[in-house]
């Protein structure tokens, strides 16, 4: 099993389950490593010398702008740290693991993110 921590505080954990399927999931890791939106704000308002509730409203504002603009169809990129854009998922057979019928997956959209050079760095660095 291959575990990694993220400073974001999720655990990316990816598994064999059998030799042609691999299971990849997200979930809470240990409770002293992970930081939540309020210690974030926390954070941000000391190092910027501001108050938590302008951290906490441009905190607030940087997502609900990327969330605007990546439902609207554009990309957003911040270099060195993230891009997020809409990416289209073509229809496909699917299956239903509890009957094992074939099911099918109509085309949708999903949100892809993509973590940059600097935030890769940070996960690495011990």
């Known amino acids: 099993m ?4 993220l400073d974001l505080g999720l655990v990316f954990e990816s598994r064999v389950i ?6 990849v999931g997200f979930h809470k890791g240990t409770q002293e490593n ?3 939106k309020g210690e974030l704000v926390a ?3 000391d190092s ?3 108050s938590q509730k302008d951290a906490g409203a441009c905190v607030d504002a940087l997502f609900e702008t990327i969330a605007a603009q ?4 554009n990309e957003v990129s911040i270099t060195g740290w993230l891009k997020a854009q809409k990416a289209n998922t073509s229809a496909r057979v699917g299956r239903n693991p509890q009957t094992g019928a074939t ?3 109509p085309a949708g959209t999903r949100t892809k993110l993509t973590v940059g050079s600097k ?8």
């Open 103 to 105: 099911i099918q997956v």
């Open 48 to 50: 910027a010398g501001v």
């Open 34 to 36: 992970i930081m939540n």
């Open 70 to 73: 990546v439902s609207a169809g």
């Open 2 to 5: 291959n575990a990694e921590m």
């Open 18 to 23: 059998h030799k042609s399927a691999i299971a």
């Open 43 to 45: 954070a941000i308002a």
């Open 119 to 126: 935030l890769k760095a940070a996960g690495k660095a011990s």
